[in-house]
């Protein structure tokens, strides 16, 4: 038999036994003729869990028949005690269990057929319960709470300092962003006379010099040989970028760079006026190239205007040269200018050639000057236009 069926048996016993501890509460009233309250009488259900009352199964065999011993103390009125199953040497009838063995009774039960169920027995220990792994997880720390729990161990110094340093960025920015807009205001422009104080006499402005006035072209006039030999030959310039070709000159002439001149070569310093011989092509507009001598006329009087700017301002111009060009379709003029520098009056001699590049898409065009402080280059002038010519 197992200890479930035992434990089953033990439990119907508990309930025989309660009419036995009522028959012999019965009994005990009547020779002492007491009336017993049904507050002395103990229920089966408070016997069973009492300590003044114990169930033993005396022996749980196979048998049809289980003896069962039931022990009760005597009633004490006034008060209901619950009985309280014995254990140990008490339940075997010995007398190391401290009890009072004076009222004991013997019942045999016949076992019913079939197992015996446990009734209100005591439950069976609960085996754990496996804690599923996602809770696991959840409880470990993430990084976050990894991150929180290290806040706390910064020193309360540490946070009042990050603290300070964050509200001192964030008061800069603000001030910053709130005056930013802010501009002072145009200054005010106080005259003296105003204010009362004597006047300031400005400095005189200085006078601007008229534009240079270019009366037109005559259609024709022959140029002017100047006297002297001029300066030696020293090689030819061969102008890809125009298209022309031309006398390259030795000392003092020497070569430089002229924008937006391709090619230039130039007698002394920078400063205007100067001596100077360039080639390009025409720095003009020119939606189509001219047919005609006359054409090319125009567009050297339009050349010779650009080249002004290379002559001293509020220059009084003149018309030296106006004819064709010696070896390809195209014109020559020249001018001469007459201008004041340093309280003397000096004058610049120039010529502007112009002449077809049949491989180009502009006109070649070339520009020399020489000053009179230079008289002796003057002839270098004549040598230039007759060997000029495109290629």
């Known amino acids: 038999m197992s200890p ?44 069973a869990s009492s300590s003044d009352a114990e169930s033993v199964p005396e022996a749980a065999s196979s048998s049809d028949t289980v003896e069962i011993r039931v022990r009760a103390r005597p009633h004490v009125a006034g008060a209901a005690k619950r009985a309280e199953p014995v254990r140990g040497d008490a339940a075997r009838g010995g ?15 016949r076992r019913p057929g079939g197992p015996f169920p446990p009734r209100g027995g ?25 991150a929180v729990l290290r806040v706390g161990d910064i020193p309360i110094k540490a946070v009042y300092g990050i603290g300070a340093l964050i509200a001192t960025v964030a008061i800069v920015i603000l001030i910053f962003a709130l005056f930013s807009e802010d501009k002072p205001g145009d200054p005010v422009r ?27 072209a005559p259609a024709a006039k022959a140029m002017t040989v100047f006297p002297g030999t001029g300066t030696p030959i020293a090689a030819y310039v061969l102008d890809r970028a125009a298209g022309i070709t031309y006398v390259q000159y030795g000392a003092p002439w020497a070569k430089t760079s002229k924008p937006p001149f391709s090619a230039a070569q130039k007698v002394g310093s920078a400063k205007r006026p100067q001596a100077l011989i360039a080639s390009g092509p025409v720095p003009l507009a020119v939606p189509k190239a001219p047919t005609t001598y006359d054409g090319y006329r125009k567009l050297a009087v339009k050349a010779a205007k650009w080249t002004l700017r290379y002559q001293p301002a509020g220059s009084k111009f003149t018309w030296t040269v106006s004819q064709r060009a010696r070896y390809n379709l195209g014109w020559v003029l020249g001018y001469k200018v007459g201008y004041v520098q340093g309280g003397k009056k000096h004058s610049s001699q120039a010529y502007v050639f112009v002449v077809s590049a049949p491989a180009k898409k502009k006109p070649a065009m070339l520009f020399a000057t020489v000053t009179d402080a230079r008289e002796a280059l003057y002839h270098d002038l004549n040598m230039l236009f007759w060997t000029a010519r495109a290629g």
């Open 95 to 109: 007398a190391g269990g401290g009890r009072d063995e004076s009222d004991e009774i013997t019942v045999n039960v």
């Open 4 to 47: 479930e069926q035992a434990l089953a048996m033990a439990q119907a016993a508990t309930d025989t036994a309660k009419a036995a501890t009522e028959a012999k509460a019965a009994a005990e009233a009547a020779k002492t003729a007491k009336a017993p309250s049904a507050s002395d009488t103990e229920s089966v259900a408070e016997a």
């Open 122 to 146: 005591p439950a069976s220990p609960a085996e754990p319960v496996a804690r599923p792994r996602y809770a696991e997880r959840r409880e470990r720390p993430g990084a976050l709470g990894a």
């Open 190 to 216: 106080v005259d003296p006379a105003q204010a009362g104080g004597p006047a300031v006499p400005s400095a005189p402005a200085k006078p601007t010099p008229p534009p240079i006035a270019v009366p037109p």
